[in-house]
């Protein structure tokens, strides 16, 4: 598939934000004590990249526990998004929510999710009132292999086919469910193979390979658009580093298997395509997009740290859009 | 007064193994599924690694907090079952095998998950001895874990064990150390009826005597942990501990305060507080649980209603508000109960 350079740059632009993202926030919440709820994506860049690739700020995304690549792809700001991390009240939640709720409505993002595929019926709902009011937009729920299994994902999937919605259902099958090895817990080869029971069509890509994902994505994003319902998109992809910062995974899986991922990288196999592809991008400018995401992450880390802490009564706002604080303290002996 | 040594639930004394909470939980696993065959166990990562065997790996994980370390070594991917990322289907399951033969264990890594699962505890192991006439047991425990403190937000933080003790068929217990972990695990796989056990993150590395011989504590009773005269703090799981702290602040003012130690969730051994209230005249509950129709706000109403004339104040308690878990630190840290909270409150209930 031939792509214009600005959509290549783009697709460059935002991977190799996310994996700075990443790579330094992560750590840098650890170091506040904020790191039992942070789960990073490196690695998996390509995905939500070239899925989102084809939405705009209309659309919708649902994410996962591991969707800070979700929110930077959906056009969320990375140092609001920082911010949140830290606990702090400039980012979209306010600081309530952390990692694993980061919601932003301004640009259809509907969350990152603690409950694996929790967020996927909220996409499809999306989904709804595009069609209802005929809107013209699409909804994307992203989950993992793991997510795969769990019942909500299927009720849905179904729902979606017999009303013929518009949205996507993305499978960032990574090969591992926390320490479950993906085989274990699947009874078809592929993820995609189930969009045959709900009569939908399956798409396997190469999830390391962003403009493999770009292509399959566009295909599922114009069906849906049109009005000829959902979709599974299933990408291969693999987490660089363990479930979470205190989980080693050389206890379940091997170091030629993440050597063999490893070499696949999402950012470096653009890379050398690029130069296949008689440097439409060249080296350069993508050693400079990196360095702007570098400094970008400088920028949100000190933007984060700069913000100020929730004060004490916001414990008790936006629980309800109308609920007498009085009833939410009272009998608990509360200090606010 | 109640001393320490009348209560029958507090480590032997000159028993000198220490063991952690997690520890002692594993324990009671490994000793139980030796002695009874038909003891199963499931959940995701309980094991870990599953279906790799042949590449070396057995228990990489041993459960997402190393409870079920070194059971399927033991015992075998037949007893020892890593699951798909599917609790609506395992829970039910689990609760189907306990109603045809076998003690079957599940473990729901967090109870904020519950949410996937519930109908299999509401409507099958709640109701199924009932609505069946009495022709089936259903011998199923399920491990959860509650508990806020690690900045881990609103779907990861809960402690909503009143969920539980609403639903009339459902025991539920809370330990709150090393030894109760022990000993109420061991009698919860060998009760005949459904049992929900709480542990709580903040209390695994905690470390008390426990005997290495098996013991069962009962299910259904308190234990005082600190006697007192002159105020009764009730505390659960974890908060036993805030309790106990404020305690020996208030001991510095002169109050002398009782603590007891809830344990058991469903049913609530109202006997125990009232006997206490009935001599200390005040009621304090701390519970991590929130306020609205909670453990706590029951054991206020019980103790109205049963020990009304023997009150001198109101029966209060100390929670978190009527609010889902904050994550900012900032938050959280208001959010929970501490001692500051319950010797303030304890002070006002003596003035
Ligand atoms: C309903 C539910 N069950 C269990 C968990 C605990 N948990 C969090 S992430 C995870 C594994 C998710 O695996 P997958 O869907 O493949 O996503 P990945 O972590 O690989 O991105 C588990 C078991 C949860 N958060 N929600
Ligand atoms: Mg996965």
């Known amino acids: 598939m031939e792509l214009d350079r600005d959509t290549l740059l783009k697709l460059y632009r935002t991977m190799t934000t996310i994996r700075h993202f990443e790579e330094r926030g992560v750590p840098e919440t650890g170091q506040r004590g904020m790191s039992a709820s942070v789960h990073s994506s490196v690695g998996q860049e390509a995905v939500p990249t070239g899925v989102c690739a084809h939405l705009s700020d209309d659309d919708y995304i649902g994410?996962?526990?591991?969707?800070?690549?979700?929110?930077?792809?959906?056009?969320?700001?990375?140092?609001?998004?920082?911010?949140?991390?830290?606990?702090?009240?400039?980012?979209?939640?306010?600081?309530?929510?952390?990692?694993?709720?980061?919601?932003?409505?301004?640009?259809?993002?509907?969350?990152?999710?603690?409950?694996?595929?929790?967020?996927?019926?909220?996409?499809?709902?999306?989904?709804?009132?595009?069609?209802?009011?005929?809107?013209?937009?699409?909804?994307?729920?992203?989950?993992?292999?793991?997510?795969?299994?769990?019942?909500?994902?299927?009720?849905?999937?179904?729902?979606?086919?017999?009303?013929?919605?518009?949205?996507?259902?993305?499978?960032?099958?990574?090969?591992?469910?926390?320490?479950?090895?993906?085989?274990?817990?699947?009874?078809?080869a592929n993820?995609?193979?189930?969009?045959?029971?709900?009569?939908?069509?399956?798409?396997?890509?190469?999830?390391?390979d962003v403009l493999a994902v770009f292509?399959?994505?566009?295909?599922?994003?114009?069906?849906?658009?049109?009005?000829?319902?959902?979709?599974?998109?299933?990408?291969?992809?693999?987490?660089?580093?363990?479930?979470?910062?205190?989980?080693?995974?050389?206890?379940?899986?091997?170091?030629?298997?993440?050597?063999?991922?490893?070499?696949?990288?999402?950012?470096?196999?653009?890379?050398?395509?690029?130069?296949?592809?008689?440097?439409?991008?060249?080296?350069?400018?993508?050693?400079?997009?990196?360095?702007?995401?570098?400094?970008?992450?400088?920028?949100?880390?000190?933007?984060?740290?700069?913000?100020?802490?929730?004060?004490?009564?916001?414990?008790?706002?936006?629980?309800?859009?109308?609920?007498?604080?009085?009833?939410?303290r009272r009998g608990a002996n509360m200090p606010v | 007064m109640t001393t320490l040594t009348e209560t029958p639930m507090l480590p032997p004394p000159g028993e000198t193994r220490e063991l952690q909470t997690r520890e002692a939980i594993n324990e009671?696993?490994?000793?139980?599924?030796?002695?009874?065959?038909?003891?199963?166990?499931?959940?995701?990562?309980?094991?870990?690694?599953?279906?790799?065997?042949?590449?070396?790996?057995?228990?990489?994980?041993?459960?997402?907090?190393?409870?079920?370390?070194?059971l399927i070594q033991e015992f075998g991917n037949e007893r020892v079952l890593d699951t798909p990322l599917s609790e609506a289907a395992f829970v039910g399951t689990a609760i189907g095998a306990a109603s045809t033969g076998m003690r079957a264990v599940a473990e729901l890594m967090f109870v904020d998950f519950i949410g996937v699962c519930m109908d299999q505890l509401l409507n099958n192991a709640a109701k199924m001895r009932y609505m069946f006439g009495g022709q089936v047991k259903v011998p199923f425990v399920m491990l959860t874990r509650i508990g806020a403190g690690f900045g881990s937000a609103?779907?990861?933080?809960?402690?909503?064990?009143?969920?539980?003790?609403?639903?009339?068929?459902?025991?539920?217990?809370?330990?709150?150390?090393?030894?109760?972990?022990?000993?109420?695990?061991?009698?919860?796989?060998?009760?005949?009826?459904?049992?929900?056990?709480?542990?709580?993150?903040?209390?695994?590395?905690?470390?008390c005597p426990v005997p290495e011989e098996m013991y069962t504590l009962p299910l259904g009773k308190a234990r005082t942990v600190r006697p007192g005269a002159d105020l009764t703090i009730v505390g659960i799981s974890k908060m036993t501990w805030v309790a106990v702290e404020a305690a020996e602040e208030l001991a510095k003012e002169g109050i002398n305060a009782e603590v007891i130690d809830l344990l058991s969730v469903s049913p609530i051994d109202y006997d125990h507080v009232l006997d206490s209230v009935r001599r200390t005249h005040r009621l304090l509950v701390v519970d991590e649980d929130t306020p609205v129709c909670s453990i706590s706000s029951d054991i206020c109403a019980r103790v109205a209603e049963e020990a009304f004339d023997y009150l001198d104040a109101p029966p209060s308690r100390v929670t978190p508000p009527h609010t889902p878990v904050p994550y900012s630190r900032a938050l959280e840290n208001i959010y929970l109960p501490n001692a500051e909270r319950v010797v303030n409150t304890a002070r006002r209930l003596m003035a």
Not at chain 1, 191 to 208: I, K, L, W
Not at chain 1, 246 to 261: A, G, I, S
Request: hydrophobic residues 40%; proline residues 5%; charged residues 25%.
């Open chain 2, 28 to 70: 009671a696993l490994i000793q139980e599924m030796r002695r009874d065959e038909t003891v199963i166990i499931m959940g995701e990562e309980i094991a870990g690694g599953a279906g790799r065997e042949h590449l070396g790996i057995v228990d990489a994980w041993g459960g997402a907090f190393r409870t079920t370390r070194g």
């Open chain 1, 191 to 208: 993820v995609s193979d189930r969009a045959a029971s709900y009569d939908m069509p399956g798409f396997h890509v190469d999830g390391m």
């Open chain 1, 63 to 188: 994410s996962t526990h591991r969707g800070h690549g979700h929110c930077i792809a959906k056009g969320v700001d990375p140092k609001l998004m920082m911010a949140e991390l830290f606990g702090r009240s400039h980012g979209p939640n306010k600081g309530k929510g952390g990692s694993m709720h980061i919601a932003d409505m301004s640009k259809g993002m509907l969350g990152t999710n603690g409950i694996v595929a929790g967020s996927v019926p909220l996409a499809v709902g999306a989904a709804l009132t595009s069609k209802i009011r005929k809107l013209g937009r699409v909804a994307v729920a992203f989950f993992g292999d793991g997510g795969a299994n769990q019942g909500v994902l299927h009720e849905c999937m179904n729902l979606a086919s017999v009303w013929k919605l518009p949205v996507i259902f993305c499978c960032e099958n990574n090969g591992y469910a926390e320490s479950t090895p993906v085989e274990y817990g699947l009874s078809v």
């Open chain 2, 154 to 207: 609103a779907q990861h933080s809960e402690s909503f064990y009143s969920l539980f003790s609403h639903i009339p068929g459902l025991k539920g217990v809370c330990p709150s150390d090393a030894y109760t972990a022990k000993g109420l695990l061991l009698a919860a796989i060998r009760d005949d009826d459904p049992v929900i056990f709480f542990e709580h993150k903040g209390l695994y590395g905690d470390t």
């Open chain 1, 215 to 328: 292509e399959a994505a566009g295909e599922a994003v114009s069906r849906a658009r049109a009005g000829d319902g959902p979709a599974l998109l299933e990408a291969r992809t693999y987490r660089y580093y363990g479930h979470t910062v205190f989980d080693n995974p050389l206890t379940y899986r091997t170091k030629e298997e993440e050597d063999h991922w490893r070499a696949r990288d999402p950012l470096l196999t653009f890379r050398n395509h690029m130069v296949a592809q008689g440097n439409v991008i060249t080296a350069e400018e993508l050693d400079q997009m990196d360095e702007e995401a570098r400094v970008l992450m400088e920028e949100a880390v000190t933007f984060a740290d700069a913000s100020p802490l929730p004060e004490p009564h916001e414990i008790y706002e936006d629980v309800y859009a109308d609920y007498p604080v009085e009833m939410m």
